[in-house]
């Protein structure tokens, strides 16, 4: 058998590698790499309309997803002008849309 070992690794290392076996001038095997690392920070929600009891926010998706699925997004929500961040709301959408509507405002 063989190995291919590449240490440390990081998402730039993702790609197709080849096996060349005993000097051999075309490819024995291809194996695609995938390194996953957690995606990078989406961009910041944009209100898109409001009325007095909700809010549409919409944002740009995370720039680079590190070859890992986005399966929802989750939103910190702080009521008022008052900046305690311990008596946040927390809402987590159902979905990698980036787009969600904030409903039931006080």
């Not at 590190?66 to 008596?87: F, N, P, Q, R, V």
Request: negative net charge; aromatic residues 10%; contains cysteine.
């Amino acid at each position: 058998g063989f190995a291919l070992s590449v240490k440390p690794t990081s998402t730039e290392d993702s790609g197709i590698y080849f096996c060349l076996v005993n000097g051999r001038k075309e490819p024995f095997s291809a194996y695609r790499l995938a390194i996953q690392e957690i995606p990078s920070t989406p961009g910041k929600p944009l209100i898109m309309k409001f009325d007095s009891r909700s809010v549409e926010l919409s944002w740009s998706p995370p720039l680079h997803q590190h070859h890992s699925a986005i399966s929802h997004y989750i939103i910190h929500m702080l009521e008022g002008e008052d900046t305690d961040w311990s008596k946040h709301e927390i809402i987590q959408t159902q979905s990698a849309e980036t787009s969600y509507n904030v409903t039931n405002l006080q």
